[in-house]
């Protein structure tokens, strides 16, 4: 269970304020339909976490646990800088538009998820916990779930009540937090 709750607390925390929570907002305002949306949310996230728990297993086959402790303690505390630093959205007025919500969220959903902090925490949580990889991948995708599905529901109504200065602040403290028990545990 370590697995599931670590990872579901750490990209739920990652991803407020992130390029992909703005992009579930402006997917929202411009569609007005939140089942499509939401399911390409899911979609995207399952596979692009699968993928990136696939490449966390990988890499938890060439470094020793205690270096993998520290890895994922450093990313925790890496994130804690990155949530202070928010992210904005690329004007992308897409030709993707045209292929409907589900279509156009799971493609841009899956595009932006590359590289980005909750992919980057995919990785070293499933090399942490390698013997629990569909936990993670579980625990990410719910954490994707859990910070974008009432930013559709709510869209733009509920973003400009947001005040996203001191939601990063807290954010940033609970990866702190999240980051010294990982180096206790």
């Keep these: 269970m370590e697995a599931l709750t670590t990872s579901t607390l750490a990209v739920a925390i990652a991803e407020i304020g992130d390029k992909t929570q703005l992009l579930a907002l402006v997917l929202s305002c411009r569609f007005r339909k939140p089942l ?76 932006a998820e590359m590289g980005d902090k909750t992919q980057l925490a995919t990785v070293l949580l499933a090399a942490r916990f390698v013997d629990d990889f569909w936990l993670v991948v579980a625990g990410t995708t719910l954490g994707m779930m859990a910070a974008n599905v009432p930013v559709v529901l709510l869209g733009k109504k509920g973003a400009e009540r947001i005040p996203m200065r001191w939601i990063h602040g807290v954010s940033a403290l609970l990866f702190l937090v999240l980051g010294i028990t990982t180096l206790w545990w």
């Design 36 to 111: 499509p949306i939401i399911v390409g949310i899911l979609a995207a996230t399952l596979l692009n976490h699968g993928l990136a728990g696939s490449v966390g297993v990988w890499i938890q086959h060439w470094l020793d646990p205690l270096w993998l402790q520290y890895l994922l303690a450093a990313s925790f505390f890496a994130m804690a800088l990155w949530m202070l630093i928010p992210d904005k959205l690329d004007d992308e007025d897409s030709q993707l538009r045209r292929y409907g919500p589900f279509i156009t969220t799971f493609v841009l959903f899956f595009i």
